[in-house]
């Protein structure tokens, strides 16, 4: 009975049409009408209009704050954005499960352990609700390794900078951390855990090191970022890894502990040239858009 007055509740309220909330989207995207227009192809004329029946008919709030030619997103406009992304992702999502129930088959990722942990969850978890059929095989080792392999489908790599190749998937420092609450910069040589040799990270920051004559030594070694996040969160050692997996138990160093700068990196997904499936275009635009977030 009481889901039976839930779904009467929910029919009072107005449907929102999804071309409204694109169109919406493109307006907050761009800053302005004329730009959302051109992106979702229709007239300006016909954008304002769409919005004034957002605003008037649907939600009922006012959306927009116009300064001139610029427009801004009001509280109620930055609410509305988020659910409006949500929507159509999941618009498209369901499309793509219903109108393609054929997407079946299995594609092979290499990744470094490093983005497992922080990207591919995500990535997968959004690939496997709407491709639920799709086999997916994830093989774990090095950039060096990785690139050496011929079997793989796709494949995330770390890359030094001036020497990308592929499609680049984002830019990040790499940084020094340790544990909070620990000090173990502060030992003499300091104690590091990296990856194992042959990892061009490690020899960054060794090279950053030696650069400026700060005493180390490599203390801890695995081939796995849990392992090494393991020994720093108990206050063994610094690391140095990409910024966006450093986690909140953990905190930055730099030049106000005597540890130089680190350089940029670039991370890029390579596709094997002679390997081409819908299956494997559509999980590397997952990968594209997950890297992005």
């Known amino acids: 009975m009481r889901r039976i007055l839930e779904i009467d509740e929910l029919a009072h309220y107005p449907s929102i049409d999804t071309e409204l909330l694109r169109s919406f989207v493109a307006i907050a995207d761009t800053g302005g009408f004329t730009r959302a227009a051109e992106a979702v192809n229709r007239t300006q004329s016909a954008i304002s209009m769409q919005m004034k029946r957002l605003e008037d008919d649907v939600v009922q709030r006012a959306l927009f704050e116009r300064d001139g030619r610029q427009v801004r997103l009001t509280p109620e406009g930055q609410v509305l954005l988020g659910y409006a992304r949500r929507i159509l992702k999941l618009h498209g999502e369901v499309l793509n499960t219903l109108r393609e129930p054929h997407m079946v088959g299995a594609v ?3 990744t470094p352990d490093d983005y497992v942990m922080r990207f591919l969850p995500d990535i997968l978890s959004r690939f496997a609700q709407a491709y639920p059929l799709v086999q997916v095989e994830v093989h774990c080792e090095t950039s060096g390794q990785l690139l050496q392999r011929q079997d793989l489908d796709l494949t995330i790599v ?32 300091m104690p590091l855990a990296m990856f194992n040799s ?3 990270c490690r020899a960054w920051a060794c090279n950053a090191l030696d650069t400026i ?12 970022l849990s392992a090494l996040f393991a020994v720093v969160g108990a206050g063994l050692a610094v690391t140095a890894q990409l910024q966006s997996l450093i986690t909140p138990d953990m905190r930055i160093l730099g030049e106000a ?12 997904l390579l596709r094997h040239p002679q390997r081409q499936s819908q299956v494997i275009d559509t999980l590397a635009e997952h990968i594209v858009e997950g890297f992005r977030l």
């Open 108 to 110: 092979r990722i290499g």
């Open 158 to 189: 770390t890359r030094e900078p001036g020497k990308e190749i592929g499609q680049l998937l984002r830019q990040e420092r790499f940084v020094w951390a340790e544990a909070q609450g620990f000090s173990p910069h502060e030992q003499n040589p």
């Open 198 to 200: 042959g990892c061009f």
């Open 213 to 224: 004559e700060r005493p180390y030594r490599i203390a801890y070694t695995s081939p796995s």
């Open 257 to 268: 502990e005597g540890l130089p700068t680190l350089p940029m990196t670039s991370i890029v």
